[in-house]
Structures are given as structure tokens and as C-alpha cells.
């Protein structure tokens, strides 16, 4: 990268490290702005000043990892750095290139395809550019703080009424991979998740591995000594590919969360969840983050009254053709 752009890119971070922090402090330091795919898109402001840069970046995935399951097979990222107080303009333009550009890109132009923008909820002044392009908001990653409460009461897990929370173990491989994949289908309602031929075998691989490795971070919730929950949680130690996403730290991810259909509003989800905090906040983990689905009816108000929050929004496209 000549030094022009790195210096840009230097000052433009550090604006938009200062915007960030006056919006949501649980934001992080912007990160360097990743290679991408060829050189920044740049956005002037009508002083003729730098007011933006953007980066694109592509990723084929290939059909043998589970994490097509969890959206399209070539998907373009927009990384945007804007500065200033109203970015509504910039990011106008901004998109308007990027659209642009991916007009110019083969794989852009296939239906397993999409393209995401991932933008602090709080930022809302560039939600009306991001409508105005087409993007859709689909997934929100939420975050829930370790309570400060110095000297104050320890924090119980509440239980449900007649039923039983224990970790699962390699015997249980059947019964997760059951709830996993009903979580899937229900979740595929929204838009997020494609169910692809290898969705079962990956994700039951995945859970094999995950049983015999880390049993605890994997509970069921058992009446009659049937499984009618799971929650799937990552320790720190696992979360590095999220954690740069806030500022707190160590960061925990809350990975799967589903409760039977005729066992819902009964208090299990929330057992589940208290019995996860519990553990979380005694290990001074400074905050658990987590996806939901925008639009699912069931998650929001769920999460929201377990004490989470939105902190990004990730605005999508699906295929790439659908970006105006
Ligand atoms: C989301 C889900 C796990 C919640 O589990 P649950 O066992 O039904 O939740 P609980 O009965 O423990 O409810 C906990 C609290 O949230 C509230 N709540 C739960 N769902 C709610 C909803 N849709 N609207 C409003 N409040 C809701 C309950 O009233 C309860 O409040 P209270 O503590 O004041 O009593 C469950 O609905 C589910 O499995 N949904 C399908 C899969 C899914 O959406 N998973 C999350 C993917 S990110």
C-alpha cells in the first residue's frame, strides 16, 4: 500500500475510532482495513477532503464447509471507515461504488451470492443509504455485559420447573445434532441459513468433535429425561474470530440456542441461559456475545430480556444483484 493511502487510512481510523466511541463504547478500536480486493474505494467530501474509505472483500466458500450452511457461497464484504458526525452522504457514495464495482466481478453475478455490510446498530445515520441500496438487515450481533455488581449478591441460575440442566456428552451426539438441526430449519425462515446436501453430515461432525472435546459447553434441558433444549456456548479461548468485535473483554460467544415448540414461554430458554451466566460471570467474563435473526419474532425480545443488546447489524444484499 503507498503511503498515501496508509497515512489515509491512519487518519481516517482514528476519526472513525473517535465517532465510534461517542456512538456505542462497546465498539472496538476500527481494526486496520483488510487487503481486499483491489485498491480502496475513496470518498471525498464536498471540501474536497477525505471523508471515507471502503473495502472490498470476496470469499468463496466451498460447498465441504459447514459454514455454507450459514449463508451464500461467494460473499462480498463491504469494510467501510467513514468519518464525520451525519455519514448519511458518504456512505451514499460509497455504496454507489461498491455497487459499481462488484457490477465488474463474475462471481457477483450468481444467485449463491451476497453482499453484506456489517454497521454499528447505533450508527443510525446510515441507515437510510443502506435501505436505498437495497440492503437488507438480517442478522444483529448482541452483546450482554458481565453485571457490576461489587459486593453485591451472587447471581443464581434460576431453573424451570421439572426440568433438568446437565452438560451433554459424546452419548448425546443424536439428540443435539436433532435440536441443531430443527434450529436450522426454523432459523432458515429469516433468510440467514441454506440448508445445503452436506448441512447434516457437517453439522454432526462438528458436534462429535465439539462432544468429545468440550462437553461442558454444550447443555441440554431434559424433562422426563427427554432433551427439550440446547444451548451451545464457545469459552474465550474459541472466540478470537469474534472477539475484535467489542471493546470488552474476554469475550464468550453464545453459539446455539433452541427450546422444543410445545416447550416454549415455560421458562426453559431462560434456565438455560442464567445457567450459562452463572458460570460466565463467575469466570469474569467481561462480555457474551451473540447472532440473531433481525426479524425473528421469537429471538429479539428473548435476548433483550436476558440482558443483551444490539451492537452490529449486518446489512445484506442476497444474491449481489440485488444491490441498486
Ligand atoms: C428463543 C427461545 C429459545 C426462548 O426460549 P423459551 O423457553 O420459550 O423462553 P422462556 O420461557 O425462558 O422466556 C424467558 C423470558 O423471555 C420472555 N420471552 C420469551 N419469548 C418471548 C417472546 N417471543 N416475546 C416476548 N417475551 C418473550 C418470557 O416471557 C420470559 O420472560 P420472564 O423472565 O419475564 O418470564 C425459544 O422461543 C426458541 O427456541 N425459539 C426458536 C429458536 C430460536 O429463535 N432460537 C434463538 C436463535 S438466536
Known sequence: MPWVVRDAVRDINRMVARRWQAIDPLLPDPSALPTGCGAPLVVNGDNGRLAGLGVCVHHHIP??????TWGAADRFTLVPRLAGHDVSAPADVLLAQWRDHLAGVGAARGLDSSATVVWPSQDI??????????????????????????????????????????????????????????LIRYDMHFGGPVWRQATPRLVRDEIRASLARRATWTWLAERAGRAVGLLVAQPPQETGWIAGMTSASPAAYLQTMFVDYAERGTGIGS????????????????????????????????WYRMGYRPLWTSWEARPVGALR
Open 271 to 302: 434456565a438455560l441461559v442464567r445457567h450459562l451466566h452463572a458460570q460466565l460471570d463467575a469466570a469474569a467474563v467481561g462480555v457474551t456475545l451473540l447472532h440473531h435473526s433481525q426479524v425473528n419474532p421469537l429471538s429479539a425480545p428473548f
Open 63 to 68: 460447498p465441504d464447509s459447514l459454514n455454507q
Open 125 to 182: 445515520t446510515g441507515v437510510q443509504a443502506l435501505l436505498r441500496h437495497g440492503l437488507q438487515p438480517l442478522t444483529v450481533i448482541a452483546a450482554r455485559l458481565r453485571p457490576q455488581v461489587p459486593n453485591g449478591p451472587r447471581f443464581e441460575p434460576r431453573g424451570a420447573y421439572g426440568v433438568t440442566i446437565r452438560s451433554a456428552g459424546p452419548a448425546d451426539e443424536e439428540q443435539v445434532l436433532d435440536l441443531e438441526l430443527r
